[in-house]
């Protein structure tokens, strides 16, 4: 059939379309999200008058960052400087393609999926230390610096967990691991016991790194406001700033995701009823609600207490998990 | 060896229940109402005490009571009080003609209020005092309290 791969590569950017504007939707009401939620921890209102609630908030914001010039200083590395914000992302966005939203959404599903996630996030790290790096400022250069310890460091629990739970699933690919836990929250991988007693703990761990790689407080020392003024964003102005702005939103949709896809069932209902887009959405939202409940809960870490959080606390638990699972797998 | 190993489960645990108490109590506190108030639309109550920039008193007749002893003048620590007036004809005291204030200096310290005998200033109770010129600062005391005249029902 000759029309079958223009239909596929209109069906293709059309999603891709659809998923630059949720993109881009996500950033800005997350940010809203983000001044709201803490509003209501501390007993105060949030933006309200930028439209009903505040609604319209992030659109004076959105215009504001469009309104500023983009500046170069002197000594920076003018192409490397230019070439991050969009590098970081791109690789956030390209994470979305992958992911099945629903049993019949998603744009591309390729058998490697989670593989395919995690590679991608990693270039997100590559283009935050290199606008940290060419900004030639010594609070970028240590932010540069720093995201690479620390991405380092969570990347490797992250990926401990995520083999185990690869060894339970036996695929990469998002939308068979979440097929499987079709049937109610006691088939959830966060619930699979017979797998590994360890699951809901392996889940946390996700959680945590999850966290840190997405560079969201108490692990953002990327953006140490009070010891690094903007970290590695200092010298960003505009919408050079807004583009480091609205990957970590992504970031944090994407990390939500694919912790919805991986643990806590993708687009099935808890009681396995009704699956599809809306309970993927449901979860998705709550995990973002609940990144942002963490941030506006605990202080900053220093970048000691981070990494050892890491390096002590995080891979020998990950570690334990896998060596569970590995014996349970064995022997069930 | 032992020892260490559940001093280290006991601290990964105790950690993990307070960063769990943490979560709950910011949970609750976002089901409270707001103690914000939403200032320009709403205001609170001024306490009875409150003190803002000097007034002028008026006596029955509307007439400022300052006699110009220039006590408040003198008494002032930042120099932001001028004083000036004549006797006129008929008046068993002086009367004041020019009183001005330098807000920008005025530490709102009170003693202009303190060194006058002749219960002639007090406090005002305006807090909206924002501009963008430096000159809306040097208030001119008997044009405002003529003003406060004229607006008394
Ligand atoms: S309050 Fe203090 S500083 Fe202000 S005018 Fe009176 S004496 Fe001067
Ligand atoms: S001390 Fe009282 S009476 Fe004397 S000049 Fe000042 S305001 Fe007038």
């Given at each position: 059939m000759p029309h079958d791969w223009l239909w596929e590569t209109v069906r293709l950017l059309l999603y891709l379309v659809g998923l630059i504007g949720f993109a881009a939707f996500n950033a800005a009401y997350l940010s809203l999200l983000e001044r709201k939620e803490p509003a209501w921890f501390q007993l105060r209102r949030g933006p309200?008058?930028?439209g009903p609630l505040g609604l319209l908030q992030p659109v004076a914001d959105g215009i504001k960052l469009l309104g500023k010039q983009l500046l170069v200083q002197g000594g920076a590395d003018v192409l490397l400087f230019k070439i991050a914000p969009v590098a970081v992302v791109i690789p956030s966005i390209m994470c979305l393609v992958l992911i099945p939203f629903s049993e019949t959404m998603g744009a591309r599903d390729i058998s490697l999926g989670l593989l395919a996630v995690y590679s991608f996030a990693a270039i997100n790290v590559l283009a935050t230390m290199l606008g940290g790096w060419a900004s030639h400022n010594k609070y970028s250069s240590i932010a540069a610096a720093r995201v690479v310890a620390q991405n380092i460091a969570y990347e490797i629990p992250l990926l401990l967990v995520i083999i185990a739970l690869v060894m339970v699933t036996h695929t990469f690919d998002l939308r068979e691991i979440v097929a499987q836990q079709a049937g109610g929250f006691w088939n959830w991988n966060v619930l699979r016991f017979g797998a590994s007693p360890l699951m809901p703990l392996a889940f946390l761990i996700y959680f945590i790194c999850m966290l840190a790689e997405a560079n969201?407080?108490?692990?953002d020392m990327v953006e140490a406001e009070s010891e690094l003024i903007a970290g590695a964003f200092t010298e960003y102005s505009g919408m050079g700033f807004g583009l480091f702005f609205i990957a970590e939103y992504v970031n944090v949709v994407v990390g939500s995701s694919i912790g919805a896809v991986l643990f806590l069932g993708g687009w099935h209902c808890p009681f396995g009823l009704l699956p599809g887009l809306h309970w993927f959405l449901i979860k998705l939202y709550l995990l973002c609600f609940a990144v942002i409940w963490v941030r506006w809960t605990f202080p900053r870490t220093q970048i000691y207490g981070l990494l050892n959080l890491s390096w002590k606390v995080l891979i020998p638990l990950a570690l334990a998990h896998l060596i569970v699972t590995a014996v349970t797998v064995k022997l069930v | 060896m032992k020892s260490d190993l559940r001093s280290y489960l006991k601290e990964i645990i105790g950690g993990s229940i307070s960063l769990l108490t943490g979560m709950w109590i910011t949970l609750r506190q976002s089901f409270r109402k707001p103690v914000t108030v939403s200032y320009p639309y709403r205001t609170l109550k001024l306490p009875e005490r409150f003190r803002g920039h000097i007034e002028l008193k008026a006596d029955e007749q509307g007439w400022a009571k300052c006699v110009v002893c220039m006590a408040c003048q003198k008494a002032c620590p930042s120099f932001c009080i001028k004083v000036n007036g004549y006797k006129p004809a008929g008046m068993p005291r002086k009367v004041a003609t020019i009183y001005i204030l330098?807000?920008?200096?005025?530490?709102?310290?009170?003693l202009c209020v303190e060194s006058c005998r002749f219960d002639a200033l007090m406090f005002s109770r305006e807090y909206n005092l924002a501009s963008f010129r430096k000159e809306d600062y040097v208030m001119d005391m008997l044009e405002r309290l003529r003003r406060r005249r004229i607006c008394r029902p």
């Amino acid at each position: 059939m000759p029309h079958d791969w223009l239909w596929e590569t209109v069906r293709l950017l059309l999603y891709l379309v659809g998923l630059i504007g949720f993109a881009a939707f996500n950033a800005a009401y997350l940010s809203l999200l983000e001044r709201k939620e803490p509003a209501w921890f501390q007993l105060r209102r949030g933006p309200t008058e930028a439209g009903p609630l505040g609604l319209l908030q992030p659109v004076a914001d959105g215009i504001k960052l469009l309104g500023k010039q983009l500046l170069v200083q002197g000594g920076a590395d003018v192409l490397l400087f230019k070439i991050a914000p969009v590098a970081v992302v791109i690789p956030s966005i390209m994470c979305l393609v992958l992911i099945p939203f629903s049993e019949t959404m998603g744009a591309r599903d390729i058998s490697l999926g989670l593989l395919a996630v995690y590679s991608f996030a990693a270039i997100n790290v590559l283009a935050t230390m290199l606008g940290g790096w060419a900004s030639h400022n010594k609070y970028s250069s240590i932010a540069a610096a720093r995201v690479v310890a620390q991405n380092i460091a969570y990347e490797i629990p992250l990926l401990l967990v995520i083999i185990a739970l690869v060894m339970v699933t036996h695929t990469f690919d998002l939308r068979e691991i979440v097929a499987q836990q079709a049937g109610g929250f006691w088939n959830w991988n966060v619930l699979r016991f017979g797998a590994s007693p360890l699951m809901p703990l392996a889940f946390l761990i996700y959680f945590i790194c999850m966290l840190a790689e997405a560079n969201r407080a108490p692990f953002d020392m990327v953006e140490a406001e009070s010891e690094l003024i903007a970290g590695a964003f200092t010298e960003y102005s505009g919408m050079g700033f807004g583009l480091f702005f609205i990957a970590e939103y992504v970031n944090v949709v994407v990390g939500s995701s694919i912790g919805a896809v991986l643990f806590l069932g993708g687009w099935h209902c808890p009681f396995g009823l009704l699956p599809g887009l809306h309970w993927f959405l449901i979860k998705l939202y709550l995990l973002c609600f609940a990144v942002i409940w963490v941030r506006w809960t605990f202080p900053r870490t220093q970048i000691y207490g981070l990494l050892n959080l890491s390096w002590k606390v995080l891979i020998p638990l990950a570690l334990a998990h896998l060596i569970v699972t590995a014996v349970t797998v064995k022997l069930v | 060896m032992k020892s260490d190993l559940r001093s280290y489960l006991k601290e990964i645990i105790g950690g993990s229940i307070s960063l769990l108490t943490g979560m709950w109590i910011t949970l609750r506190q976002s089901f409270r109402k707001p103690v914000t108030v939403s200032y320009p639309y709403r205001t609170l109550k001024l306490p009875e005490r409150f003190r803002g920039h000097i007034e002028l008193k008026a006596d029955e007749q509307g007439w400022a009571k300052c006699v110009v002893c220039m006590a408040c003048q003198k008494a002032c620590p930042s120099f932001c009080i001028k004083v000036n007036g004549y006797k006129p004809a008929g008046m068993p005291r002086k009367v004041a003609t020019i009183y001005i204030l330098d807000f920008t200096t005025c530490s709102l310290c009170g003693l202009c209020v303190e060194s006058c005998r002749f219960d002639a200033l007090m406090f005002s109770r305006e807090y909206n005092l924002a501009s963008f010129r430096k000159e809306d600062y040097v208030m001119d005391m008997l044009e405002r309290l003529r003003r406060r005249r004229i607006c008394r029902p």
